[in-house]
């Protein structure tokens, strides 16, 4: 019931920000929350940042607090994230998500997936 693109993955300098867009394609008003995630090259795919789509609460666990923040635009149907002062870390497929089911916010079980983004950062 839902479709999700990911969009502005490439490769960045050490030093650079990146910021990372998301289209959703879904029934009007169905979407509770919206997520960023990551898989690095060898790692599982951890969670990096929550928004409600509703009232733009935000959850950011360790990975994500204080690094990385996530916006959205309901006019738009889009969520974002930004990321500031970017390291070789960073390198990573990024996944959009969202989720037509009441959850917590912290849930890391989402409905719907994008495709995922490359993002590289050289060391």
């Known amino acids: 019931q839902a479709q999700l693109v990911e969009y502005g993955g490439g490769l960045v300098q050490a030093g650079g920000s990146l910021r990372l867009s998301c289209t959703i394609s879904a029934r009007p008003y169905s979407i509770y929350r919206t997520a960023w995630f990551r898989q690095a090259p060898g790692k599982e795919r951890d969670l990096v940042a929550v928004?409600?789509?509703?009232?733009?609460?935000?959850y950011y666990p360790d990975l994500g607090k204080g690094r990385f923040t996530i916006s959205r635009d309901n006019a738009k149907n889009m969520v974002y994230l930004q990321k500031d002062m970017l390291t070789p870390e960073d390198t990573a497929v990024y996944y959009c998500a969202a989720d037509d089911v009441l959850r917590d916010i912290s849930s890391t079980t989402f409905a719907y997936w994008g495709q995922g983004t490359q993002v590289s950062v050289p060391s």
């Open positions: 928004i409600d789509w509703r009232f733009a609460n935000t």
